[in-house]
């Protein structure tokens, strides 16, 4: 096999069903249709699948176009092994509703913890209030 520098490497995995993990944590599942010098991807028949605990939901994207800067990794599924997961998939609906009380979960915990820290003369700054520059 002859090795190939950068995103041309992809080549051979176009028209095959891969896992893209994007920077803000999203997660999409798609046929790679096509890949550019920038690592720029089109996926075909893309769903955006979220996990909660032992459950998860696809939602129906379509075609999907990714900018390279947003990948955080790309692999290849194995269509034999997707069937074997010990995850329970459930409706759009309730994986919603699942994710959204397990984000107000974290909310309510890091408040807790940021009281705790000022009862005790700490204070972290966060991120979104500092000015940037």
């Known amino acids: 096999m002859n090795y190939m520098p950068g995103t041309a490497s992809l080549i051979e995995d176009i028209d095959k069903k891969?896992?893209?993990?994007?920077?803000?944590?999203?997660?999409l599942?798609?046929?790679l249709r096509s890949i550019d010098q920038f690592a720029n991807l089109v996926l075909h028949q893309t769903v955006e699948r979220i996990h909660?605990?032992?459950k998860?939901?696809?939602?129906?994207r379509g075609i999907f176009i990714v900018r390279g800067e947003n990948v955080v990794l790309l692999?290849?599924?194995?269509?034999?092994?997707?069937?074997?997961?010990?995850?329970?998939?459930?409706?759009i609906e309730e994986i919603l509703e699942e994710q959204r009380v397990e984000q107000q979960a974290k909310q309510e915990a890091?408040?807790?913890?940021?009281?705790?820290?000022k009862e005790r003369g700490l204070?972290?700054?966060?991120?979104?209030?500092?000015d940037e520059y």
């Open 110 to 117: 890091e408040k807790l913890k940021l009281q705790a820290l």
């Open 52 to 54: 909660v605990g032992k």
């Open 18 to 27: 891969h896992l893209v993990l994007l920077r803000d944590g999203r997660t």
């Open 75 to 91: 692999g290849e599924i194995d269509l034999e092994k997707e069937i074997d997961t010990p995850l329970q998939q459930v409706s």
């Open 56 to 60: 998860y939901g696809d939602i129906p």
């Open 29 to 31: 599942i798609g046929f």
């Open 123 to 130: 204070s972290i700054l966060r991120a979104d209030t500092l």
